[in-house]
C-alpha cells in the first residue's frame, strides 16, 4: 500500500533546511532609530520598549557601527524635536533633526547605509496630531503641502527614500510631483499605504511623544474590521506612483498583507510595530516563552503572506540570529 510520507523530508536539520520554502535575510530587514535632539550625549532607554532607545546624534554614530557588523544596511529614521508648534515647522527645516542626522551619518558612513524617513508630523506638532488643524480636524490638503516640503528637504539632507505615514489622501502624488521638480526624480516613495488606527502602537507614542492632544486619529487611520478599503488604498497608491506599499501592523493583517502582494506589482512591506515587539519582548522577560523561536515563527509568517521587506525593533535581535546560524 502506497502511504504519503511528508516526514522524509522532515528528519534532520539538514533537509529541512534544504527544501525551507521561505528564507531570512539581514537584506530583509528595516531596523527604525529614533533620534532625539532633546539629548545633548548617549542615548535614552525607552521604558515600553525593552532594547530600543532615542539616540543623541553622537550615540547614532556608535549604534551605526554595531549595525554593520550585524549586516544591517537598512534604516528607518525618526526625529524627536526640541521644539513643536502647531505646523510642524521643524519636520522641514534645514536644520531638523532628521536633516542633522542624515548629514551625520553621510559624513561618517558615506553610502554604507540605505537611509529612508518617515514623513509625518505628529512629532513635531504640540497637538500630536500628523497635520495642519483646521475646526479640531486635520485638513487632508494643506497637509499635503506641509509633506512635500518635508520630503524633499530630507531628499536634500541625504534620504535614499521617504516614507510618508501620515494617511492623508493624495499624498503620494503630491509626493512625487514635488520630489520630481526638485531633482530628486530617483528618489523612491515607500507608502504607509494600509496603515490601521490600531492599538498596537502604544509604546510608539512613548518613544517619540506623539499621543494627540486631544481626539484620536481614526479620522485618517484605517478602520482595523475593514478589508476591501485597503486593497482600495493599495490601488490608489499604486496609481500615484509608489514605489513600495505597506500594511501597519503586521500579525493582526497577515490576510492583508497577502491580498497586497496579490494585486502589487511593486515590493510589499511589513511593519511589525512597537506593540508587537514590546509583547514578544514582555512574555520572555516572564519566561513565558522563548523569545528567540517567537519572533522568528512570527518574521516567518511575515514572509509567507507575502512581505518582500519587515521593518521590525526585532532587526538588531533577528541579524544576529542569522549571523550566528551562519557561523
Given at each position: 500500500?502506497f502511504?504519503?510520507?511528508?516526514?522524509?523530508?522532515r528528519?534532520?536539520p539538514?533537509?529541512r533546511?534544504?527544501?525551507r520554502?521561505?528564507?531570512l535575510?539581514?537584506?530583509?530587514?528595516?531596523f527604525?532609530?529614533?533620534i532625539?535632539?532633546?539629548?545633548a550625549?548617549?542615548?535614552e532607554p525607552?521604558?515600553?520598549m525593552?532594547?530600543?532607545?532615542?539616540?543623541?546624534?553622537?550615540?547614532?554614530l556608535?549604534?551605526?557601527?554595531n549595525?554593520?557588523e550585524?549586516g544591517?544596511?537598512?534604516?528607518l529614521?525618526?526625529?524627536?524635536?526640541?521644539h513643536?508648534d502647531?505646523?510642524?515647522?521643524?519636520?522641514?527645516?534645514e536644520?531638523?533633526?532628521?536633516?542633522q542626522a542624515?548629514?551625520?551619518?553621510?559624513s561618517h558612513f558615506?553610502?554604507a547605509?540605505?537611509l529612508i524617513?518617515?514623513?509625518?508630523n505628529?512629532?513635531?506638532?504640540?497637538h500630536?496630531h500628523?497635520?495642519?488643524?483646521?475646526?479640531?480636524?486635520?485638513?487632508?490638503?494643506?497637509?499635503?503641502?506641509l509633506?512635500?516640503?518635508t520630503?524633499?528637504?530630507h531628499?536634500q539632507?541625504g534620504?535614499?527614500?521617504v516614507?510618508?505615514?501620515?494617511?492623508?489622501?493624495?499624498?503620494?502624488a503630491?509626493?512625487?510631483d514635488?520630489?520630481d521638480?526638485?531633482g530628486?526624480?530617483?528618489?523612491p516613495?515607500m507608502?504607509?499605504?494600509?496603515k490601521f488606527?490600531?492599538?498596537y502602537y502604544g509604546?510608539?507614542?512613548?518613544?517619540?511623544?506623539?499621543a494627540?492632544?486631544?481626539?484620536?486619529?481614526?479620522s485618517?487611520?484605517?478602520?482595523?474590521?475593514n478589508?476591501?478599503e485597503a486593497?482600495?488604498?493599495?490601488?490608489?497608491?499604486l496609481?500615484?506612483?509608489?514605489?513600495?506599499?505597506?500594511?501597519?501592523?503586521g500579525l493582526?493583517?497577515?490576510?492583508?498583507v497577502?491580498?497586497?502582494?496579490?494585486?502589487?506589482?511593486?515590493p510589499?512591506?511589513?511593519?511589525?510595530v512597537s506593540?508587537?515587539?514590546?509583547?514578544?519582548?514582555?512574555a520572555?522577560e516572564?519566561?513565558?516563552v522563548?523569545?528567540?523561536?517567537?519572533?522568528?515563527?512570527?518574521?516567518?509568517?511575515?514572509?509567507?503572506?507575502?512581505?518582500d521587506m519587515?521593518i521590525?525593533y526585532h532587526s538588531?535581535?533577528?541579524a544576529?540570529?542569522?549571523?550566528?546560524?551562519?557561523?
Amino acid at each position: 500500500m502506497f502511504v504519503q510520507r511528508p516526514r522524509r523530508l522532515r528528519r534532520s536539520p539538514l533537509i529541512r533546511n534544504l527544501v525551507r520554502e521561505h528564507r531570512l535575510h539581514q537584506a530583509d530587514l528595516i531596523f527604525p532609530l529614533f533620534i532625539d535632539e532633546n539629548l545633548a550625549d548617549g542615548s535614552e532607554p525607552i521604558g515600553a520598549m525593552p532594547g530600543i532607545v532615542r539616540h543623541s546624534l553622537n550615540s547614532l554614530l556608535w549604534e551605526l557601527e554595531n549595525l554593520q557588523e550585524l549586516g544591517l544596511h537598512n534604516l528607518l529614521l525618526f526625529g524627536l524635536p526640541s521644539h513643536k508648534d502647531a505646523v510642524a515647522s521643524q519636520a522641514h527645516a534645514e536644520d531638523g533633526i532628521v536633516q542633522q542626522a542624515l548629514a551625520k551619518i553621510r559624513s561618517h558612513f558615506g553610502s554604507a547605509f540605505y537611509l529612508i524617513t518617515d514623513v509625518c508630523n505628529c512629532e513635531y506638532t504640540d497637538h500630536g496630531h500628523c497635520g495642519i488643524i483646521v475646526d479640531q480636524d486635520v485638513h487632508n490638503d494643506k497637509t499635503l503641502e506641509l509633506l512635500a516640503r518635508t520630503a524633499v528637504s530630507h531628499a536634500q539632507a541625504g534620504a535614499d527614500m521617504v516614507a510618508p505615514s501620515d494617511m492623508m489622501d493624495g499624498r503620494v502624488a503630491i509626493l512625487r510631483d514635488e520630489l520630481d521638480e526638485a531633482g530628486f526624480e530617483q528618489t523612491p516613495i515607500m507608502a504607509y499605504t494600509s496603515k490601521f488606527a490600531s492599538a498596537y502602537y502604544g509604546p510608539f507614542r512613548e518613544a517619540v511623544d506623539s499621543a494627540p492632544q486631544f481626539g484620536d486619529r481614526r479620522s485618517y487611520q484605517m478602520d482595523p474590521a475593514n478589508g476591501r478599503e485597503a486593497m482600495r488604498e493599495v490601488a490608489l497608491d499604486l496609481a500615484e506612483g509608489a514605489d513600495i506599499v505597506m500594511v501597519k501592523p503586521g500579525l493582526a493583517y497577515l490576510d492583508l498583507v497577502w491580498q497586497t502582494r496579490q494585486m502589487s506589482d511593486v515590493p510589499v512591506a511589513l511593519y511589525n510595530v512597537s506593540g508587537e515587539y514590546s509583547m514578544v519582548k514582555a512574555a520572555a522577560e516572564k519566561g513565558w516563552v522563548n523569545e528567540r523561536q517567537v519572533v522568528l515563527e512570527n518574521f516567518y509568517s511575515f514572509k509567507r503572506a507575502g512581505a518582500d521587506m519587515i521593518i521590525s525593533y526585532h532587526s538588531k535581535d533577528v541579524a544576529l540570529w542569522l549571523k550566528e546560524e551562519l557561523g
